[in-house]
């Protein structure tokens, strides 16, 4: 059983930043992918950034150079640095992992992006 716990989602003015954080616990392989999804009301959830267990990342055109994904493998941790926040940034953000046929989630932390 794979468990994913976000933290860190908070209400932050325009311009400002945050930092998500995700632990994974349980049977964990160690290739994988994680990243971070969001979903804003009446919106798809929505692929931000994710990172591979060597490196390799992918960002979403809306927040390429303002998001950082990055992860610690010897702890099962992946972070979002989120900087210059826009209110179009607002939403429900979700931890997932993906491992061969696997796909897990967690129960999501909110960022709101409001002055």
């Known amino acids: 059983q794979v468990q994913l716990v976000e933290s860190g989602g908070d209400l932050v003015q325009p311009g400002g930043s945050l930092r998500l954080s995700c632990v994974a616990s349980?049977?964990?392989?160690?290739?994988?992918?994680m990243g971070w999804y969001r979903q804003a009301p009446g919106k798809e959830r929505e692929l931000v950034a994710s990172?591979?267990?060597?490196?390799?990342?992918m960002y979403a055109r809306s927040v390429k150079g303002r998001f950082t994904i990055f992860r610690d493998n010897d702890r099962n941790n992946v972070y979002l640095q989120m900087n210059s926040l826009k209110p179009e940034d607002a939403a429900v953000y979700y931890c997932?992992?993906?491992?061969?046929?696997?796909?897990?989630w967690g129960q999501g932390t909110q960022v709101t992006v409001s002055s």
């Open positions: 997932n992992l993906k491992m061969e046929r696997w796909d897990y």
């Open positions: 349980g049977s964990i392989f160690a290739i994988n992918t």
């Open positions: 990172i591979t267990n060597t490196g390799s990342q």
